[in-house]
């Protein structure tokens, strides 16, 4: 499941190092805000060039994300290269996401706040299935002197002089999401204040599969209760669950529940990886 | 959130100036360190100025931390006037801490940190 390891910012500058090396496997991500000129590209010391979204905003604040998934491990020093102008950017790296095939679920989309406010929010988004959800806000209108999380979500990096700020959110379901932050002073409406979001999918999330066995069979994302007559007059008793994608490094999220609703007791899981 | 401030290289004239300041002890729960140039004087357009941080953990080995692109003097920013600065995040057990200035142009300036903790 995906976790936080380490992050940095800097404002204004063009290359930033990590603070501790970078673990292999892992997601970096970029998180960069400027005024003017262009960005043509980004890359790592160690990790050569990441995945850059297009260029969001129309105003004095532009604004993009870049990452790096299933990364080399080592010192990392990111680089923005090209002119941007005012460039302030925040470097991430995140654990337990997807390394097998690009973990971004979906694509990296942007809100352009409409109206001045001190809640600015993110037009609706979807994951498919459970992962990081990363958003970042850029104002080059406002300087900030408080900045805070939306519900849900952890506040990264704040630079209130610059402005830019960002967020996440780990192992979230799949579903329809928004994010949101709160600031101190009311951001510039339409169309300097930018929110862009990102969603990324966990390692070993099982998205399909049966049950087998003994008891009730499933289909895969049925909910309900599992019947379990006889469960509790057995001391042991074993069901297993056979996924129809084994992925190389498997969580299984699994709950277990007596008939009368209660959690269940005692519940234990063999991962047939380990 | 408390800021300590550090005048590292003092007031002076500077022309085409490559320096690097003397080390700055890392306060216990340092959050970001700023450095920028204080000055009285207006920015004059013919200015460029560059940043870049460096941190140790053992004062011998110093690591690079952040660089800044070219400032250009005059550069303005929401109409005003911007003085040179870089501020860096830390979340490490980073011990000191040094800017390096490199300036074309002759200008009259101070090189101070900000200490966030």
Partial sequence: LSGFVQKRSVYPGTSLAYSSNVTAGNL???WLVWTSGTLTGVSGSLNGA???????????TKCA???????????????????PTDLGFTIYEFSGIQTSSDPLDGSIASTTIASSTTTPTSASFSNSVTGL???????????????????GYTLGEFQGGHDHADEYALTV??????ASFTLGTACSGSPDCVIVVACFKDAGVVTGGQWVGSGTRRAPGQKGPFDQRGFLASPFRQYDFTPSVVPSVATFIYRMRDLDGLSGQGATMKNPLE | MAVQTKTILPLALRTDFVQTSPPVDVPVGLLAARFRMESTEFLTPDLTCQFQMEETNNGTDWRFVAGQSPFVGGQLKNGQPVLPSMRVTFNDGATQIRGTVTTQGSWRWALVVDLET
């Fill in chain 1, 173 to 178: 379901a799949a579903g329809s999401h928004t």
């Fill in chain 1, 28 to 30: 970096l991500v970029v």
């Fill in chain 1, 65 to 83: 994300i870049a990452y790096k998934f299933n990364c080399s491990g080592g010192a990392e020093t990111i680089s923005a290269a090209g002119a």
């Fill in chain 1, 133 to 151: 959800i990363f958003v970042g806000i850029g104002d080059e209108g406002t300087t900030q002197s408080t900045t805070t999380a939306g519900s």
């Fill in chain 1, 50 to 60: 990441f995945t850059v979204s297009s260029t969001s905003g129309t105003g004095i």
